[in-house]
């Protein structure tokens, strides 16, 4: 399906994004997602992957942070936050090691200088990562991250691979072909 098919897809199910198709296909590949788990959602604006998963998994509690808005979504705590403030949000700091899932849309404003680009993108997917390690459960816990295909993909990898049991890469059929955008997975923290 061509990119402008999904966003088309998207609209016609009255959903906030394109991007839940992506979540969706990576979420049916891992089987990362139970019934009752305890997600959070970094970079949750306009809300399409947190209401993605609570539609697959109603029982499930969803935390959500971003720095932009998000209009509500029934059963997800949504916090307008930059995620540098995460600990100082008492709801969210005090589940620390608790959580099953963590995923991440998050990505940085581009300059269009690909060096500055690549290293913010670089700087913010390690931020997540740490993040992803400081709250996910230990023995049920995983992360999924939207990326870049550039070149620190490898050194973030391995950083992962650091930090996680098992790391596979997706490239779901909902990004666009020519964008670099590329999602990577972790099961398990070390």
């Known amino acids: 399906m061509h990119s402008d098919s999904w966003a088309l897809k998207a609209k016609k ?16 590949k891992t089987q990362a997602l139970r019934h009752d788990s305890l997600v959070l959602d970094i970079g949750s604006a306009p809300g399409g992957w947190s209401e ?17 808005p998000m209009d509500p979504i029934k059963g997800v705590r949504f916090f307008q ?5 995460l600990e ?14 963590v995923i ?7 300059t269009g200088i690909r060096a500055v680009d690549e290293e913010n993108i670089y700087e913010l997917n390690i931020v997540t990562l740490k993040t992803a390690i ?3 459960n230990k023995s049920t816990g995983s992360f999924i991250i939207k990326t870049f295909q550039n070149s620190l993909f490898k050194k973030l990898r391995t ?8 790391v596979q890469t997706y490239k779901p059929a909902a990004s666009k072909s020519k964008s670099g955008e590329i999602y990577l997975f972790g099961d398990k923290p070390l």
């Open 134 to 136: 400081t709250y996910l």
């Open 159 to 166: 950083q992962m691979e650091k930090s996680f049991h098992l």
């Open 13 to 28: 199910l009255g959903l906030r994004s394109r991007a839940v198709f992506k979540l969706e296909e990576i979420l049916s």
């Open 88 to 101: 100082a949000i008492e709801e969210i700091s005090s589940l620390k090691l608790k959580f099953n899932l």
């Open 52 to 68: 993605l998963i609570k539609s697959i998994a109603p029982s499930s509690e969803v935390y959500a942070i971003d720095l932009l």
């Open 104 to 110: 991440s849309d998050l990505a940085p404003n581009l």
């Open 81 to 85: 936050e930059d995620l540098m403030n």
